[in-house]
């Protein structure tokens, strides 16, 4: 039963950290560009001809 006195506010303190690296994420515009994802693996990054001579 101690033992729960010890898992409890771990439980609270990794729950709190994994909150504020979600909030971090938002305030930092990680999840700005939603539909750019998704498009990216239609590009054609092979060719070289985007290459200047």
Do not use: C, N, S
């Amino acid at each position: 039963m101690t033992v729960l006195l010890y898992l409890i506010p771990a439980a609270l303190f990794m729950a709190l950290l994994g909150l504020g690296a979600f909030v971090w994420t938002v305030r930092t515009g990680q999840y700005d560009d939603m539909e750019g994802a998704k498009w990216r693996i239609f590009m054609d990054d092979d060719r070289d001809d985007h290459i200047p001579d």
